[in-house]
């Protein structure tokens, strides 16, 4: 079965400074993974995805992740941070992106501080 | 268009109404989805229709029912609803990743 751990609940960072999220996951068999972010009130927006090929994925607003398979981890980072990415962000693995299941982390609240 | 659009936004009904949610997408996606979403909690699959025919069903009960009437458009029909139900009620639709809607938040009274 497949399973997706974000290591922290909440991360308080000020603005301008990097910010790495943190998520691990468990599966048998190939994996493919995303991050969205939901800003309050809304629905989620799919920041980046990792379904084969280089290891770096670059997303939107300036996000990037790293899928590394021997650590089963996919972190999230960003260089610098705006207020304006405060919000929530959860990482999902799915075993078939076209039609199957997708598994989210319980999520990890960015809070960005002026 | 590359959006999906979900109605009402909102919506506040009593235990004994029926109310249906209506979701709809115009990307040529042949999946659909149903999340149920609590504060502060990811998004819980409840339903997902693939080519029009519902593939997977997470044991949601029964005063939940959907309907996917084309590959356009996705229902989800309530009956006898509990104030537990209350949450965000998410539509999305796939063909690589999923995209999702702005939800109809559901109030139970």
């Known amino acids: 079965a497949q399973s997706v751990t974000q290591l922290d609940s909440q991360v308080p960072v000020f603005e301008e400074a990097p910010v790495e999220l943190r998520c691990n996951y468990s599966?048998?068999?190939?994996?493919?993974l995303f991050w969205y972010v939901q800003y309050p009130n809304q629905g989620l927006q799919l920041l980046l995805k990792?379904?084969?090929?280089?290891?770096l994925v670059k997303g939107i607003n300036g996000f990037e992740a790293e899928f590394n398979k021997s650590q089963t981890s996919f972190h999230l980072r960003k260089p610098s941070v705006h207020i304006s990415d405060t919000a929530e962000y959860f990482c999902?693995?799915?075993?078939?992106?076209?039609?199957?299941?997708?598994?989210f982390g319980q999520g990890t609240t960015l809070q960005v501080k002026p | 268009d590359t959006e999906v659009t979900q109605t009402p936004k909102h919506l506040v009904m009593g235990m004994t109404n029926k109310k249906s949610l209506k979701c709809e997408q115009h990307?040529?996606?042949?999946?659909m989805y149903w999340y149920k979403q609590k504060a502060k909690k990811p998004p819980e699959l409840m339903f997902v229709?693939?080519?029009?025919?519902?593939?997977i069903n997470e044991s949601v009960p029964s005063r939940f029912s959907p309907e996917c009437p084309n590959s356009s458009l996705l229902n989800l029909h309530l009956h006898a609803l509990q104030p537990e139900d209350s949450a965000l009620y998410l539509c999305?639709?796939?063909?690589?990743?999923?995209?999702f809607g702005p939800g109809t938040r559901l109030t139970v009274l």
């Open positions: 599966s048998s068999v190939s994996v493919y």
């Open positions: 990307m040529g996606h042949r999946a």
């Open positions: 229709y693939s080519y029009e025919k519902l593939s």
């Open positions: 999305a639709s796939s063909q690589g990743e999923q995209f």
């Open positions: 990792y379904l084969s090929g280089s290891t």
């Open positions: 999902a693995v799915s075993d078939a992106p076209h039609t199957g299941k997708l598994i």
